[in-house]
């Protein structure tokens, strides 16, 4: 059997049960790379140039590590998933960049994914890529009606159950039966949203189990993924019009729905290097401050990051919030 | 209603004449300076691009002259770009200036919708006025390419350094100035001859450099410390395939046109096809593209990016596994960047070059012997 190498990075968090499901309904073997490590960035980081963003070099890192062990490597090319909203430049490159910084990857099964074109062409585009699989047509169809159900169940697992992505695919593919709701919490000293891209949440080693830490910690933590995408995207259109980019919603969505004062302090995470990171975490900084209502901490994250730094900034992020607490109940 | 544009090379000029003429109330911001760019930097959210910072920069500049309506550059689709107008109007409006940022919709190609803006701005001038201002516009911006063209052949051949560089002053003031198509075109004539005239080495067979990269770095010499000057000094002959006149032809203007045209993008998205298949916003498609058109063409190409620009980082990932082969030097430019660093760099480019050029020669008369 045919095997497909998935790297657990960039868009894996938002498709891989939509991915997975596809390609095994097609018959193939789906691979998917193991959480990123020290030494897989140290590899990403070694084959582009200096100024690629953090998540590039995490990206490039699990395609090596994917090398040897898959026939193909499966490199979408995100280019639009809703009407005029793009996503940015690296997405668009990746399997080019992949193929130019990596000659030695097993051969990518990329697709150019774009919502603004007809709905057949879109079709024509998955056909042409699966015709490598050599599958006919009426399986793949079956294959796509299959991940649409898949896609909408997990969204659902993440929107109403408050588990994180990594948790919802290890409930839905039979690792775990049932994922603890990273919401509940008895007696939190704080409840604390984190926005940012999926990629930066839920990859442990990036971010320090910044979740983790913060759960430790006492804190009851929200992410994007718990609020619906409707409420989201309505949000962005209040604060901007309309979404300019594929994340927005994780960003400035999340940070507009979470700065509402329903709670106690609002983390935003990016990644050093992110073009679209540094123009939506200035709308959510400058929309904070506008409102007043709840702290915000913006996050930034590099390869070099220290633990320690990040530690004393989300323990005094934490005393702060206490502090506030403390004083409006004196008062 | 006053009117006010960054600024991006001699831009100002050709925009200048078009509101003139439709008697609009026009503010040219200050000439970049140091002070243009730290505002902008102290003023902008971290880790944007030096495009970002000069236009800010620029339009905080125009507001304290009394401008209140902004024209920038704006859409979809492209790159952060797309973005910017919006954000600088929240940074305008929080630094307490009620200026308005207008979008020009780089990405949609509609000629119509900037003559709409230009007619709505201009309190619904007549569009025969607005026609005839646009065409004189065009006319003044193709002559200034003209001349740039000439000047950049004649720095690296004029005995005397800095001689064309004077002349080139004195074309564009005299551009500027120009009010009729009469004055513009013996102007023109006067200039490219006092070019000509310049003396010149006429043996001497200059290294060939392209020139490269984001349009706004390229474009504006403040943000790249001029480059083509410096270079020039070295005697080195720049070529480069964006000019400001095919810059907003492309992406303003004649969108429409644009079959219609010998179109040279479509040669470069070619040459960029089998390492970059698709548009990934920006110039990162231009810049691969170039490369491998342009290896053995020149001796070598200077890639120029804004720090933090994404689909320039994306084209320099690609660009050094082409199998083309030319050498490149990239420099990204921001508000950290010191000229002699820079010409640092440039001397042991151009070493590299001449030493290449040397050896091929050497080769060549070994191989007939």
Sequence with gaps: ?331 | MRVSTPHMGNLYIPLKTLFERLDMDYVIPPKNSQRTLSLGTKYSPEGLCIPFKLTLGNMIEAAELGADTMIMAGGYGICRLGNYAQIQEQVLHDLGYKAEVVQLGVSENKFAGLMNVVKHLSGDAPWVKIISGFRFGIKKMNVLDIIEREVQRVRSREKVKGSANRVYEQAVNAIDEAGDYRILNAATKKYLLELNNIPQDKQCQPLVVGIMGEFFVVLEPFSNLDIEKELGKLGVEVRRNTYISEWTNFNLLFGALKRFRHDKNKEIHRAAMPYLKCDIGGDGWESVGEKVLYSGKYDGLIHLAPFTCMPEIVAQNIMSSTKEQIPVLTIFCDEQMGKPGMITRLEAFVDLLKRRRQKEQSDLISLKS
């Design chain 1, 1 to 331: 059997m045919v095997r497909i190498g998935i790297p657990r990075a960039l868009a894996f968090y938002q498709y891989y049960p939509v991915w997975r499901t596809f390609f095994e309904k097609l018959g193939a073997v789906v691979v998917s790379s193991a959480p990123t490590t020290k030494q897989m960035l140290a590899d990403g980081s070694k084959r582009v140039i200096a100024d690629t963003c953090l998540p590039g070099k995490v990206f490039m890192g699990h395609v090596l590590s994917l090398v040897g062990n898959c026939d193909y490597v499966f490199i979408p090319v995100i280019r639009s998933v809703k009407p005029k909203v793009y996503n940015c430049a690296k997405f668009l490159g990746l399997a080019d960049m992949t193929r130019a910084v990596i000659p030695e990857c097993p051969p990518i099964l990329e697709i150019d994914f774009d919502i603004n074109k007809r709905k057949e062409k879109i079709y024509e585009d998955i056909y042409r890529m699966a015709a490598k699989l050599s599958v006919d047509r009426a399986r793949v169809k079956e294959a796509v009606t299959a991940s649409i159900k898949v896609n909408n169940e997990y969204r659902r697992l993440m929107a109403d159950r408050g588990l994180t992505p990594v948790q919802a695919i290890d409930v839905m593919f039979g690792k775990s039966v049932e994922g603890k709701d990273i919401r509940v919490h008895s007696n939190p000293v704080a409840s604390i949203a984190l926005i940012g891209h999926n990629y930066l949440l839920y990859d442990e080693h990036v971010n320090h189990r910044i979740l983790q830490r913060l759960q430790g910690a006492g804190c009851r933590v929200s992410t994007p993924e718990m609020v619906p995408e409707e409420i989201l995207q309505s949000v962005v259109n209040k604060l901007l019009g309309r979404s300019y980019w594929t994340s927005e919603e994780d960003v400035v969505g999340a940070g507009g729905y979470y700065l509402d004062g329903r709670i106690d302090g609002v983390i935003g995470v990016t990644a050093f290097g992110c073009g679209p990171d540094s123009l939506m975490i200035d709308t959510v900084r400058r929309h904070a401050s506008n409102l007043g209502n709840a702290p915000f901490m913006n996050l930034t994250l590099e390869e070099h990051t220290a633990e320690a730094g990040i530690i004393t900034r989300l323990e005094a992020f934490i005393d702060m919030i206490k502090r506030r607490k403390r004083r409006t109940s004196c008062a």
